[in-house]
């Protein structure tokens, strides 16, 4: 009898928005996955610090993922000093889960593509499975073309034809799946909390109203 995979979304945050929760929601449905869990990044290794404070990200998640018992919230790399490599986190994950249990990192197309310059980056396989979420009209079968050899052999190695290859073995698997168009954008609910335009509908309320409470994002 399989074991259902744990799906790990991690990222800044900054903040998080709808686009992140509907990520969350079709790679939890289209894998059959058990659960979501969502890691706020402390110490990003690969981009400029967060806007916001990592406590403040970290309560924007909380907030958001109210009411969904398939969304958790791992505060792990919030707590650990120093940069933040997926690789640590999947070994950490491991040693609570088991060997057995499929973990699945999520991640975008421009992300996977991106990839080969991640800390220890072929580790990750040995780890987890990797889940890539394309865009309409962005196919990564395209893009992979011109990908790092690499990471592009990577790829053609591991590609798995559905995701039901995600259940039959803990990790190892690249399984690609369609995300719908969702143009939201952190930097976008950022610029426009900067401009003091209303940022409601582009993600929770609850999110919105939290922002706007501790003017996040504007200047001061």
């Not at 939890?28 to 967060?50: K, M, T, W, Y």
């Not at 018992?69 to 791992?74: I, K, R, S």
């Not at 986190?89 to 999520?106: H, I």
Request: include cysteine; glycine fraction near 6%.
């Amino acid at each position: 009898m399989s074991i259902a995979p744990i799906g790990i979304l991690g990222g800044t945050f900054d903040p998080i928005h709808f686009g992140h929760l509907r990520f969350a929601q079709e790679a939890l449905e289209q894998c059959n996955l058990d659960a979501v869990h969502f890691i706020p990044c402390g110490s990003p290794p690969h981009r400029n610090a967060p806007h916001a404070g990592a406590p403040y990200r970290l309560n924007m998640v909380r907030l958001a993922l109210q009411g969904n018992p398939a969304f958790v919230l791992d505060e792990r790399e919030i707590r650990r000093a120093g940069p933040c490599y997926t690789v640590d986190t999947l070994t950490a994950l491991r040693v609570e889960m088991g060997m057995q249990r499929p973990l699945c990192l999520l991640m975008g197309g421009d992300a996977f593509l991106l990839l080969h310059t991640w800390h220890e980056w072929k580790k990750l396989f040995e780890l987890a499975h990797i889940v890539v979420m394309q865009r309409a009209g962005r196919p990564l079968g395209n893009a992979i073309n011109e990908a790092d050899a690499a990471l592009r052999d990577a790829y053609r190695a591991r590609l798995a034809p559905a995701p039901r290859a995600l259940h039959d073995a803990p990790a190892g698997a690249i399984v690609v799946v369609n995300m719908p168009a969702l143009e939201i954008s952190a930097t976008d609910i950022r610029r426009r909390c900067a401009e003091k335009k209303d940022i409601h509908y582009l993600l929770p309320d609850v999110v919105a109203d939290y922002i706007q409470s501790h003017n996040l994002y504007t200047p001061c």
